[in-house]
């Protein structure tokens, strides 16, 4: 479980293919030294395992279902990405709950930029817009924010020049692909409503 604030962007080390899915090696010298194999890391939103430590990288395995449903097939060596370890029991919750089970890929379909602030809008499924809502919570590329419109293919975010500077929401362009986590209770209310009429 993860809380949708990150902690550091990491830069793509490197990409090892392992048919049918590859390793990928982030580089990150403030929080690697906190990591071991075995521990879970939201990389751009989406949970992984990490499966070996060495210096200022760590490892993972992404399959071939992770890569066919989230932007993390799209990078390469020098990308940057977004990092949040998993919450320990006690911790302050500061963004919103985020799984880190990616429910689809979003496209930016513009932005307005004013000054150091920005706005956002998304192009987005059907299927994911109906679990969200105007001032409701969403994960994008693992950064927790709160929506501002919602519609049935699309949804804006306002972005303050802190989140910009410190996550890669800063330097996407119109075309860019995100990860996107809808709300946990979205979901589950959904499943009510459709469980209705079996």
Same mark, same amino acid.
């Given at each position: ?11 793509? @080390? ?9 390793? =990928?090696?982030?580089? !990150? ?22 499966? @070996? ?7 993972? !395995? /992404? ?5 066919? $449903?989230?932007?993390?097939?799209? =990078? ?12 320990? %029991? ?7 709950? #985020? ?6 890929? /979003? ?20 299927? =994911?817009?109906? !679990?969200? /809502?105007?001032?409701?919570? %969403?994960?994008? &590329?693992? %950064?927790?924010?709160?929506? #501002? &419109? ?13 989140? =910009?500077?410190?996550?890669?929401? +800063?330097?996407?362009?119109? +075309? ?6 809808? &709300?946990?209770? /979205?979901?589950?209310?959904? $499943? ?7």
């Amino acid at each position: 479980m993860f809380s949708g604030i990150v902690e550091a962007r990491g830069t793509v @080390a490197d990409l090892i293919s392992e048919p049918p899915g590859c390793r =990928l090696i982030i580089r !990150q010298p403030s929080i690697v030294p906190q990591i071991k194999v075995a521990d879970s890391v939201s990389v751009n939103g989406c949970c992984l395992t990490v499966i @070996a430590v060495e210096g200022d990288t760590m490892a993972f !395995q /992404a399959g071939p279902e992770t890569l066919a $449903r989230t932007n993390l097939g799209d =990078l390469k060596p020098g990308s940057l990405v977004n990092l949040e370890r998993a919450l320990a %029991v006690g911790d302050r919750l500061g963004g919103h709950f #985020v799984s880190g089970h990616i429910d689809g890929v /979003a496209t930016l379909l513009s932005r307005d930029d004013y000054g150091d602030w920005s706005f956002f809008r998304f192009r987005i499924e059907k299927r =994911l817009a109906r !679990q969200m /809502a105007s001032k409701g919570s %969403v994960a994008v &590329d693992g %950064v927790s924010l709160t929506i #501002v &419109d919602s519609e049935p293919e699309l949804f804006s975010v306002a972005l303050i020049p802190y989140t =910009l500077a410190v996550t890669t929401l +800063g330097p996407l362009k119109v +075309g860019d692909k995100v990860n996107i986590e809808t &709300d946990l209770l /979205a979901k589950y209310v959904e $499943r009510l409503l459709e469980a209705r009429g079996w």
